[in-house]
């Protein structure tokens, strides 16, 4: 079964932090890097930070410093650690395969809410 399932999201306070998880299928996970993307109403859908499957992990400026990006390979995982969270953050967070045109069916995301 080729699926993704995004947890972890929430209503936080400017300021504070959140920890999302995304659960992979195998078939979508092993091998290949991994990323985290968002998308607000009426804008499309940005990539945030991205991780290859030996650990190395880049970031969009604008949450360069503040967000974390791991996994955990023996669980097929991959986690956003955001910190010093902005209104602007304010999204749908998605995971998906990264740095390649074969993305997976996307799953149904986690929403964030930033309260300023």
């Known amino acids: 079964q080729v699926q993704l399932v995004e947890s972890g999201g929430g209503l936080v306070q400017a300021g504070g932090s959140l920890r999302l998880s995304c659960a992979a299928s195998r078939s979508i996970y092993s091998g290949t890097a991994m990323g985290w993307y968002r998308q607000t109403p009426g804008k499309q859908r940005e990539w945030v930070a991205s991780i290859t499957s030996s650990g190395m992990t880049t970031y969009a400026d604008s949450v360069k410093g503040r967000f974390t990006i791991s996994r955990d390979n023996a669980k097929n995982t991959v986690f956003l650690q955001m910190n010093s969270l902005k209104s602007e953050d304010t999204a749908v967070y998605y995971c998906?395969?990264?740095?390649?045109?074969?993305?997976?069916?996307w799953g149904q995301g986690t929403q964030v809410t930033v309260s300023s």
């Open positions: 998906n395969r990264a740095h390649t045109n074969f993305v997976a069916p």
